[in-house]
T-cell receptor, first 114, second 114 residues
Framework: ELKVEQNPLFLSMQEGKNYTIYCNYS?????LYWYRQDPGKSLESLFV?????AVKQEGRLMASLDTKARLSTLHITAAVHDLSATYFC??????????????FGEGTQLTVNP | DSGVTQTPKHLITATGQRVTLRCSPR?????VYWYQQSLDQGLQFLIQ???????AKGNILERFSAQQFPDLHSELNLSSLELGDSALYFC?????????????FGPGTRLLVL
């Protein structure tokens, strides 16, 4: 059974600081996704990582994937308050009939303080 | 706004009852996915339909069932409801199935079972 673990689960940081969220998964996969969720809201797609060594950047967020280590990171640079949200990584495994099923990590609740 | 719509937004019902959640995918998307988000279980994949056919199945209870109609909208039926079924139910959609693509999430239906 695929397991996806994120750490930390809770992160409180000051504006302007840098930090990294880690996502480890237990079964080989080359499809990893990062989503953002604001309180009471839906999930917003941030990054799609589809190969070993993939790196994607958008604004103050950068995501990377190491399929050999089964590890993805989400790096936050010079955090601002607007980044406060819960961040989920999700790993996709093919279903038996070429379906798709995302397995999510527990989520990292990020709070950026002034 | 992802383009995925879900109705109703909120649903309050009693134990033992049956409810139907509805999802309309983004225009042109053939796959629909259902997820359950609760404090206890986190985000869990329930089931995927592609162009009317079931493609992947997760930890969906026997009391739950889903279908996708010819117009590609989908319904999730929850019966013999229990208190533990209270959760946020998300629908997501994507263009195809089994391909490395983002799933776009709807706003969710919040179900409260009393």
């Amino acid at each position: 059974e695929l397991k996806v673990e994120q750490n930390p689960l809770f992160l409180s940081m000051q504006e302007g600081k840098n930090y990294t969220i880690y996502c480890n998964y237990s079964t080989t996969s080359d499809r990893l996704y990062w989503y953002r969720q604001d309180p009471g809201k839906s999930l917003e797609s941030l990054f799609v990582l589809l190969s070993n060594g993939a790196v994607k950047q958008e604004g103050r967020l950068m995501a990377s994937l190491d399929t050999k280590a089964r590890l993805s990171t989400l790096h936050i640079t010079a955090a601002v308050h607007d980044l406060s949200a819960t961040y989920f990584c999700a790993v996709d495994l093919l279903g038996e009939t070429s379906g798709s099923r995302l397995t999510f990590g527990e989520g990292t609740q990020l709070t950026v303080n002034p | 706004d992802s383009g995925v719509t879900q109705t109703p937004k909120h649903l309050i019902t009693a134990t033992g009852q049956r409810v139907t959640l509805r999802c309309s995918p983004r225009s042109g998307d053939l796959s629909v996915y259902w997820y359950q988000q609760s404090l206890d279980q986190g985000l869990q994949f329930l089931i995927q339909y592609y162009n009317g056919e079931e493609r992947a199945k997760g930890n969906i209870l026997e009391r739950f069932s889903a279908q996708q109609f010819p117009d590609l909208h989908s319904e999730l039926n929850l019966s013999s409801l229990e208190l533990g079924d209270s959760a946020l139910y998300f629908c997501a959609s994507s263009p195809y199935s089994g391909i490395k693509e983002t799933q776009y999430f709807g706003p969710g239906t919040r179900l409260l079972v009393l």
